[in-house]
């Protein structure tokens, strides 16, 4: 089984490209090479594939906190998991119920209100995933630039201590501490916890 994601930047016209369009490639490359494993299309669109599952949320919701680091811009995500039965050397020629899941999460964004939607073989997993999901959009969709930016760093970073993290950016522990508990993010690290653990109950 493996991943996919299907996404795109929200309000991109509202930013020059030259402003994000560095970031997103810099994420989508830690997961490997253009084309074959990640592509943009129409402009604004991306298409990633993840070989492991587990990792999905956590590329997710970094993504999200690294393009919100530039107000107004956010990220709508459909995540697809299962197979791949045809591959070549372009990801967007590839298929799979990972491709059509993920293609049916991210037309289903606008009808279910929600920025990051999951679709899996396991409707009791995507049920509950989702409503997770629902949940802690309600407070991710409400970063603001430094909130996001610190979420991020603290992602890439977790070797880090909040003094360190705040020397990388010029401010005090207690200002990396306070975007921090603005962020809830002890909530979404206990998702981010939660979702590989729940997801080895349905592959094992």
Do not use: C
């Amino acid at each position: 089984m493996i991943a996919i994601i299907t996404g795109d930047i929200k309000d991109s016209r509202m930013v020059p490209a030259e402003k994000w369009m560095g970031l997103l490639k810099a994420e989508l490359r830690i997961w490997g090479k253009t084309g074959e494993d990640w592509d943009i299309y129409r402009g604004d669109s991306f298409q990633l594939k993840l070989p492991d599952p587990a990792d999905l949320l956590q590329v997710a919701i970094s993504m999200k906190a690294r393009i919100k680091s530039i107000a107004p811009l956010d990220i709508r995500m459909g995540i697809g998991l299962g197979d791949e039965n045809f591959r070549s050397k372009r990801l967007l020629e590839n298929n799979g119920t990972a491709y059509i899941h993920s293609g049916e999460a991210f037309e289903n964004l606008s009808k279910s209100n929600q920025a990051l939607l999951i679709k899996s073989p396991f409707d009791v997993f995507d049920q509950e995933i989702n409503l997770m999901l629902k949940l802690a959009l309600t407070v991710m969709d409400e970063w603001t630039e430094n909130s996001a930016r610190t979420v991020y760093l603290v992602m890439k970073h977790p070797e880090k201590t909040q003094r360190e993290l705040g020397e990388m950016e010029g401010i005090s522990q207690h200002a990396i501490s306070a975007r921090l508990t603005r962020a809830r993010f002890d909530a979404i690290s206990a998702l981010l916890d939660y979702f590989p653990r729940k997801l080895e109950m349905y592959l094992s």
